[in-house]
């Protein structure tokens, strides 16, 4: 079965220090997307991607940066950790780039930044 | 400013109580839909909407977007503690690609 996949399911870093948080699909879809979920704020939009070599930023893309080398994956990168950063992040794709279509979330990544 | 407004924030009741979940904006959007959220793993879609006053129904779930496309709700009829979790409503502005979520509600549903 086609499955979307995050990993590592739970990082503890230092201020300061780059991290990357993995995102894998097998659906073959175009269309990524990261958010970061919070207390009080709900689900943000962080980066998207609608196909190889395409980026785009979303509400709360300061600090974080997305590339897109193939359809599989879309690695998230916090070039410097900060405790602002603490979050669970989730990764999503979907097939087509309609709004209404529908988005598969993965399980989710529970950073802490110390 | 939250462009959706879910209410209540958080909704505790029996097994066999009804419930109404609501999302409300002052924008227009082109499409809504709801997910729900279980503790440790992603969101899943549940419905999607797209025409002003649709209403769609899920076995005991009932979707309804309102006429002019700015609010949306979500009943639950006699609920069960399966129906437990955090329920969210996305939706995508007229123009954009994107969806924008609301904050959720979470419902516990007891035995």
């Known amino acids: 079965d086609a499955e979307i996949t995050q990993s590592p399911r739970h990082k503890i870093t230092e201020t300061g220090r780059q991290v990357t948080l993995a995102c894998h699909q097998t659906?073959?879809?175009?269309?990524m997307f990261w958010y970061r979920q919070d207390l009080g704020h709900g689900l943000r939009l962080i980066h998207y991607?609608?196909?190889?070599?395409?980026?785009n930023k979303g509400e709360v893309s300061d600090g974080y940066s997305v590339s897109r080398s193939n359809t599989e994956d879309l690695p998230l990168t916090l070039e410097s950790a900060a405790s602002s950063q603490t979050s669970v992040y989730f990764c999503?794709?979907?097939?087509?780039?309609?709004?209404?279509?529908?988005?598969?979330f993965g399980p989710g990544t529970r950073l802490t930044v110390l | 400013t939250q462009l959706l407004e879910q209410s209540p924030q958080f909704l505790s009741i029996q097994e066999g109580e009804n419930l109404t979940v609501y999302c409300n904006s002052s924008s227009v959007f082109s499409s809504l839909q709801w997910y729900r959220q279980e503790p440790g793993e992603g969101p899943v879609l549940l419905v999607t909407v797209v025409t002003g006053g649709e209403v769609k129904k899920l076995k005991r779930l009932t979707f309804q977007f309102g006429d002019a496309r700015k609010d949306s709700s979500l009943h639950i009829t006699a609920a069960q503690p399966g129906d437990t979790g955090l329920y969210l409503c996305a939706g995508a502005l007229l123009g954009y690609s994107t969806l924008t979520f609301g904050k959720g509600t979470m419902l516990l549903v007891s035995p």
């Open positions: 991607s609608y196909g190889v070599q395409d980026t």
């Open positions: 659906w073959n879809h175009n269309n």
């Open positions: 999503a794709s979907s097939e087509s780039s309609w709004s209404a279509d529908t988005q598969y």
